[in-house]
């Protein structure tokens, strides 16, 4: 009936809505049942479920065996880790599996089976979660005591096929390899030029105190190669050239060439090639955000324009002012700007609205997120005016700033004066007259500021609220150290009590006092502008973590397996591949050089080098040369978007810009047309037009 159609319609509308927003597909199901279950999926309560099943998923590697759980990961220390019984995590793991086959069958209904075969992304889902439980199947057949469990690796996967932008952002990347790959080849024949170099420079001789050289570096083929590349990443430099060096100082001019053209001059081109393929990359990714964007803002036009209460136009399509307001009250959208859009309809004059208008409509969704700081309050009081004025002007931020660095200064003092006392002849008088001092001057500068703007006001301030927190956490501390060890006073060493000493009392609060330093940031303009930079990489670029922590994970699982008990801890040292790696692997971004020099060069792991030297080379190759250089390119892109802004527009003290990763490019981003939309809309296999 009617009615029936104009709710469909309705629910279409709020569904294509709802896709613009999140910039997804609209190239699923929209039948009334499907439209149900699509909302239902794409709910808070189904996502966080998703995510939380992911998350225990990868959490699991730290308590199978071999366990991560205990305090120190030295191997000649720990005690035996607690292993779970078989059967404990696999029945989390069969859990999760249940969780995710229900989240691929559900994506698969509901975006069709033709659209299925098209999908690269789920046909490897289900190919994954069959592997997954195979080998599930396989490790309770052996009771738990297979050495080889292949959906660890695999596990990572479910991360990243859960994120839109983690797959458009490797899309990015794999489209930046080709280019990447033509300097990643230069830089192979420099290295293998100057191999050969090398093992005709310091060829072996019959003195062998001349072959040092030769002995420790370059006595063959894999060990030149090897020598070199490390030399590259500077990890064994200046070691590598010191043999030689000594017998003929002509010989550093080798390594200086090697060293000058390989990083100064290759490395630097790979960046300055990443930069410029990646962004171009990046940007297209982008725009086809915009394009599915205003392709759901005009498929929820087309489908309210159906609506039976809109007049029929042989011209032109409209939809009423009454359904888009119906529509927008059951939309999930910020608030933000689903109050800018219902102002903007109040304020039209017509009852209709054309495509061009409905669009026009939905580009608050595009605009920066602005945040405006309540106002002052009005004191009617002289005396308070004055007071507002005086401890709400800038100055006297500036003479906190001032206060906070003399604190800074005397803890210095202090430190330098005591670092050669033992505990038992260090007087905390000091020390602590002075916190007591400062910390009563922080509270009475808080209080006042918040006379001065008023409680909301204070607080919409990050800065403020970082200030107002530490000086809170601050006070309760010093109160509750004077409750237990008295007042300070000369010889002030009281015994240990309670939870922590007087010292680590004091320590504690001097390293808050410290951090509170960080209060000067937002009046330096220059420093702001860099913090604000990096706190926006960390907001927005959550993809690029997500797939480094899909990287981490694989190297380290697949670590544990290829060098677990593969060499024996001897006496006080030893290399081995125990425990979890996982961590360890964000140091090994600028070490992993000095690892494959410990494993060369360490007789009793001579017999695994030339296999750990793959593994680690291709670790080196992910980690240092792509992805550094991938995350230098996207930290300048964000650092000159934020400098020609800051060029281009005074800031205003009042109001905040927050933006994103779409809206970083929205200046050079181009308008789909009328043409293109219709015609992917003609395309939708569900979706029947009326025109």
Not at 405 to 416: E, G
Not at 589 to 615: D, G, S
Request: some cysteine.
């Amino acid at each position: 009936g009617t009615g029936a159609d104009n709710n469909l319609y309705i629910n279409q509308a709020i569904v294509f809505i709802e896709d613009a927003i999140q910039y997804r597909s609209i190239n699923h199901r929209v039948d009334s049942k499907s439209l149900w279950l699509y909302r239902w999926y794409y709910s808070r309560t189904c996502q966080w479920i998703l995510s939380l099943t992911i998350t225990i998923i990868l959490v699991l590697a730290f308590v199978e065996k071999p366990s991560s759980l205990t305090i120190t990961s030295d191997v000649r220390y720990r005690l035996p880790a607690w292993n779970p019984p078989c059967g404990l995590t696999e029945s989390i793991e069969l859990l999760c599996f249940l969780v995710f086959m229900v989240d691929v069958s559900v994506k698969s209904y509901l975006i069709g089976w033709e659209e299925f075969w098209k999908n690269k992304w789920l046909m490897a889902y289900i190919l994954t979660l069959i592997v997954s439980l195979t080998d599930w199947i396989v490790s309770l057949s052996f009771f738990c005591t297979e050495n080889v469990r292949i959906r660890r690796i695999l596990r990572p996967f479910f991360l990243l096929q859960n994120s839109s932008m983690m797959k458009k952002t490797l899309k990015s990347i794999n489209s930046t390899l080709p280019e990447m790959a033509s300097v990643v080849l230069l830089l192979a024949v420099h290295l293998s030029l100057f191999t050969m170099f090398a093992m005709l420079l310091f060829a072996r001789t019959k003195d062998d105190q001349q072959d040092k050289e030769w002995v420790g570096y370059f006595r063959n083929l894999p060990d030149s190669l090897t020598s070199l590349l490390v030399l590259l990443t500077t990890a064994n430099n200046p070691d590598v050239m010191l043999p030689a060096y000594s017998k003929n100082r002509a010989y550093s001019v080798f390594f200086i060439l090697f060293t000058v053209l390989g990083n100064l001059f290759l490395m630097n081109l790979l960046t300055a090639i990443i930069y410029n393929q990646f962004r171009g990359y990046l940007l297209k990714s982008v725009q086809s955000s915009l394009f599915r964007r205003r392709l759901g803002i005009r498929a929820a036009f087309e489908v309210l324009s159906s609506l039976k209460e809109t007049p029929a136009n042989a011209q032109q399509s409209y939809v009423s002012i009454g359904a888009l307001l119906q529509v927008l009250q059951k939309v999930e959208m910020d608030s933000r700007c689903k109050q800018a859009i219902m102002r903007s309809l109040k304020m039209c004059s017509c009852d209709q609205l054309s495509a061009a208008q409905f669009q026009k409509l939905f580009e608050e969704l595009d605009k920066d997120a602005i945040k405006q700081h309540p106002p002052s309050p009005q004191y009617r009081s002289h005396f308070l005016q004055k007071m507002q004025f005086a401890f709400g002007h800038p100055y006297f931020g500036y003479l906190g700033n001032v206060v906070a660095l003399a604190n800074i200064v005397s803890i210095c003092v202090v430190l330098v004066m005591d670092a050669d006392k033992q505990p038992s002849e260090r007087d905390d008088f000091f020390l602590g007259a002075i916190n007591c001092f400062f910390i009563l001057y922080y509270l009475l500068e808080m209080l006042l500021k918040i006379l001065a703007m008023g409680l909301k006001r204070y607080l919409s301030y990050p800065s403020n609220r970082f200030d107002g927190l530490l000086t809170v956490i601050l006070l309760i501390l010093e109160i509750a150290t004077f409750a237990v060890y008295g007042f300070p006073h000369p010889g002030w060493r009281p015994e240990f009590m309670g939870l922590l000493s007087l010292w680590d009392m004091v320590r504690l609060v001097n390293m808050l006092i410290v951090f509170r330093f960080l209060r000067i940031i937002p009046n330096m303009k220059f420093m702001a502008l860099v913090v604000t930079t990096l706190l926006d990489l960390v907001k927005n670029l959550r993809a690029f973590a997500g797939i480094l922590v899909v990287v981490f994970y694989a190297f380290a699982i697949t670590g544990i397996m290829l060098f677990k008990g593969a060499v024996v801890p001897l006496g006080n040292t030893s290399i081995i591949f125990q425990g979890k790696n996982v961590i360890s692997w964000f140091s090994l971004v600028t070490e992993e050089a000095e690892i494959i020099y410990c494993l060369l060069y360490l007789p009793f792991v001579n017999l695994i080098c030339r296999w750990a030297k793959i593994y680690f080379v291709a670790w080196w190759l992910i980690s240092s040369v792509i992805w550094v250089n991938l995350f230098i390119a996207l930290l300048l892109e964000n650092f000159i978007h934020k400098w020609d802004r800051r060029c281009h527009r005074e800031p205003l003290s009042d109001i905040e810009y927050q933006r994103t990763v779409e809206l970083m490019f929205r200046d050079v981003l181009e308008e789909p047309t009328e043409e293109e939309l219709m015609e992917k809309l003609h395309q939708h296999p569900h979706l029947q037009l009326c025109r």
